[in-house]
Structures are given as C-alpha cells and as structure tokens.
C-alpha cells in the first residue's frame, strides 16, 4: 500500500519569505499523481498543485512550485513571497493512475503559519 | 470547474438519533465518492469508497452498519450516521473526481457533527 510521510507537523514563515515543506511517498507504481492540497480554517479542501510522475518538469503555479524527485519518492513544495492568506495546514496527496477512482492517499499534514 | 456541495454544513444530535449527510455535484456526473473522516488537527482518514449504483466499500475499522452509504444517482451521495453516540463527533468530508478532468478530486465544504 501507498503510504504519504509529511514530517513536519509546523512550519513558520515570515511574510514575504520563503518556505518549503516536505513530503515523502512510498509506493511501488511507476504512474501516478502527486498533490498539494490547502485546508484553511474553514476547513475547505483547496487544490494547491498537482504533479504527474511521469512528467519530469517540475509543476509551478503562480509562487507555488514543487521539486519532484522521483527517484527518491519526494515532493516538497515551496511557497514564494508567502501572505498571510496561506496559513494554513498543507496536506500531501498521493494518487494511483491505474485506476480512474482510487482514493486520495494523504500525509498527517503540515500547519504553516505566516508570521506578519 | 467541479463543485462539490455538501450539506448540511453543521448538525447537532442526540445520541441515539441517525444524521444524515448528502453530497451533491453540481456540475459533473459523479460514479464515484468517497467519504473522510477527520479528527482535530489530524489528516483526513478514508471510511469508505462510493460507487453509483453498487455497495460501498468500506475500510477496515469502519463499521458498515453504523455508516451507511447510499449513492443512489450520478449526482448524490448520502452517509448516514446511525445511533450516533459521542464518539462520532467529528469533521466529515466527501470527495468526487469529474473523469473529464486530470486534477485531484473535488472535496464538499464538510460538515461538522456534533452528538450531545
């Protein structure tokens, strides 16, 4: 089985800096999907970024990119010129492409907090 | 882009009494939803698998008879706590992925269950 290892449970930043949080994944699959996903305080699930295994670019969106290590199964995120809008907890996603309904598989989560 | 709606957002029970939740997309035919459960400031935990028009299929640990799930329609998916007693008190989430997209699923807005 699948298994997500985020292994830091806080984080802090200053606004405007830059943060980077881990994640590790164990999986025996060659295809598959990573995620980033957000949950504010009110607790809404929010898509942060997503990256495929067999693309070898790493994904950016706006001052969110990943650094995807394939070989070594990690998956960090960094936050650029971080606001106080993304504190948040951060929740490492895994997701296998052999199948079109296979569940999300999630790390423990990270909380990040922006210091102003 | 898929939208998930969840409701009802917040309930109060009594123990004893069923609650039930429903889970709608709004904008795309969901085959699939899946339910979480989430405990404070813990991740989300995968309870069972939804598929239209079949059973679920529920983790181990979950007991099929006190979380029941019907997903009756392309559109709806319902979990229905039953006997609720304290320690069902939690964060439920669903989730359902729209096949014509190759982002992670779309996630409901939760709802928080409270039985008194």
């Known amino acids: 089985a699948q298994t997500v290892t985020q292994s830091q449970p806080e984080m802090s930043v200053q606004e405007a800096e830059t943060v980077t949080l881990s994640c590790t994944y164990d999986?025996?699959?060659?295809?598959?999907?990573l995620f980033w996903y957000k949950q504010p305080p009110s607790r809404q699930m929010i898509l942060v970024i997503r990256q495929e295994a067999y693309k070898q670019q790493n994904a950016t969106e706006n001052r969110f990119s990943v650094n995807f290590q394939k070989a070594a199964k990690s998956f960090s995120l960094k936050i650029s010129d971080s606001q106080l809008g993304d504190a948040a907890m951060y929740f490492c996603a895994y997701r296998s492409a052999n199948s079109g309904n296979t569940p999300l598989v999630f790390g423990k989560g990270t909380r990040l907090s922006v210091i102003a | 882009g898929a939208v998930v709606s969840q409701h009802p957002s917040w309930v109060i029970c009594k123990s004893g009494t069923s609650v039930k939740i429903e889970c709608r997309s709004l904008d795309f035919q969901a085959t699939t939803m899946f339910w979480y459960r989430q405990f404070p400031k813990q991740s989300l935990m995968l309870m069972a698998t939804s598929n239209e028009g079949s059973k679920a299929t529920y983790e181990q640990g979950v007991e099929k008879d006190k979380f029941l799930i019907n997903h009756a329609s392309l559109t709806l998916s319902t979990l229905t706590v039953t006997s609720a007693h304290p320690e069902d008190s939690s964060f439920y989430i669903c989730?359902?992925?729209?096949?014509?997209?190759?982002?992670?699923?779309?996630f409901g807005s939760g709802t928080r269950l409270t039985v008194v």
């Open positions: 999986t025996s699959e060659s295809d598959y999907y």
């Open positions: 989730s359902a992925r729209d096949s014509g997209r190759v982002e992670g699923y779309t």
